[in-house]
């Protein structure tokens, strides 16, 4: 019997057609770059994270017992959860005043208001105009650092605690919350409350120092040479998610 | 993504594409709109309408999410199998929410015998 030769070559037509489905690699199958994938993919996981804060609140608030009665008779006590807007009830230089949640509204206007900047500075990278993208970034970093002001001030606000205090049962008096104490409520209130919006605002701290290493770039034209402002994109990408969490935040912890 | 088109070219400068920023106001609009109306129903509805108010507040920021991640961030405009990546394991996340909220209720029974 005679064999063929086994260094015969293989006629063109018959190799395997180079694969080239959506999956194939060498392409965009979602039509996004690999950074801004990434980057929503890194959103995702940040999401799971604000998400097992926000569902630890929820367990947190059921496991304790909840305050019965008129809200006009509330008063605080570790014995219950509070009412939120019993507790966020102040303004800054409106001392003594009783304006519930005007505060963490107007927080919550300026995040979104710096989203919107945000928005304009991307869509001014798609027309390639350095100026606006500038404008735009800087309007962003502005906004980002007033609503990260508003938060040291209403975290100074809750830990220092009202002129009174709370009564305890053994005499003694607790002004303010911390980690081990809380005059508002149940110590795990003040934890999940620093928690909750500390990790935010960190979010928001690393949001602003991303905008202004972006500034910097933008106007010492590295984006502009490099052809298209993605990195901007990549970053608005980043800032919205730090607004659309706040979003959440506000409902769960301070409507509901 | 198609900005990897642009190639580098100093004339562009010259004379910018008008900014089409209605869809960017559009959202904006809704989202104060919808945050206003939340703020007014904190107050306007009775306590006694609670779990009411709780559904309005949730499905509201529901909303406000949509324009958000929607808008803002350009996941309306993006491909399916992007969109549903992102949303289908968010989705899950409610489920999480659900069960441990019940589970505190449980918890909270266990320790206070009501």
Redo the contacts between chains.
């Keep these: 019997m005679s064999t063929t030769t086994t260094t015969q070559t293989i006629p063109a037509a018959t190799l395997p057609e180079p694969r080239s489905g959506s999956w194939d690699g060498g392409n965009e199958p979602f039509k996004a770059s690999y950074g801004k994938l990434m980057m929503w993919f890194f959103l995702l996981t940040d999401a799971f994270t604000f998400a097992a804060f926000l569902t630890t609140y929820g367990l947190m608030r059921q496991r304790h017992l909840a305050y019965v009665g008129a809200p006009k008779d509330f008063t605080f006590s570790t014995a219950y959860w509070p009412i939120p807007e019993k507790v966020f009830n102040s303004f800054p230089g409106l001392h003594g005043m009783d304006i519930p949640l005007a505060f963490v509204a107007l927080m919550t206007m300026i995040l979104i208001f710096s989203s919107v900047t945000m928005v304009l500075a991307v869509e001014a990278g798609h027309r390639m105009d350095k100026n606006d993208v500038q404008k735009w970034l800087l309007w962003t970093i502005l906004f980002g650092s007033m609503f990260i002001s508003c938060q040291a001030w209403e975290w100074g606000h809750f830990i220092t605690g009202s002129e009174h205090g709370l009564k305890m049962a053994d005499g003694s008096t607790i002004f303010g919350a911390a980690l081990t104490q809380n005059e508002y409520g149940p110590v795990l209130f003040a934890d999940l409350f620093f928690f909750i919006t500390g990790f935010h605002g960190f979010h928001v701290f690393s949001g602003i120092c991303l905008l202004t290493w972006c500034f910097i770039a933008t106007t010492n034209g590295t984006f502009h040479k490099r052809g298209h402002y993605e990195m901007v994109e990549k970053i608005g990408l980043y800032w919205h998610f730090v607004d659309l969490v706040w979003v959440f935040v506000f409902t769960f912890f301070y409507l509901i | 993504?198609d900005?990897?088109a642009?190639?580098?070219d100093p004339s562009?400068?010259a004379h910018?594409?008008k900014?089409?920023?209605r869809p960017?106001?559009i959202a904006?609009a809704w989202?104060?709109g919808i945050?206003t109306l939340?703020?007014a129903i904190?107050?306007a509805l009775p306590?006694t309408m609670a779990t009411l108010k709780?559904s309005i507040?949730?499905v509201?920021?529901i909303l406000?999410?949509f324009f958000?991640?929607g808008?803002?961030?350009h996941l309306k405009h993006?491909?399916k199998?992007?969109i549903w990546?992102?949303l289908i394991?968010?989705a899950l996340?409610i489920w999480?929410?659900v069960a441990?909220?019940?589970?505190?209720?449980y918890?909270?029974e266990a320790?206070?015998n009501r």
Excluded: C, Q, R, Y
């Excluded at chain 2, 441990?100 to 209720?105: D, I, P, W």
């Design positions: 993504m900005h990897t642009h190639d580098f562009v400068e910018h594409a900014p089409n920023t960017i106001f904006l989202i104060v945050t939340e703020f904190a107050f306590h709780n507040f949730i509201m920021t406000k999410a958000i991640v808008e803002f961030m993006e491909t199998g992007l990546t992102i394991p968010m996340l999480l929410l441990l909220v019940t589970e505190g209720s918890i909270g320790i206070f």
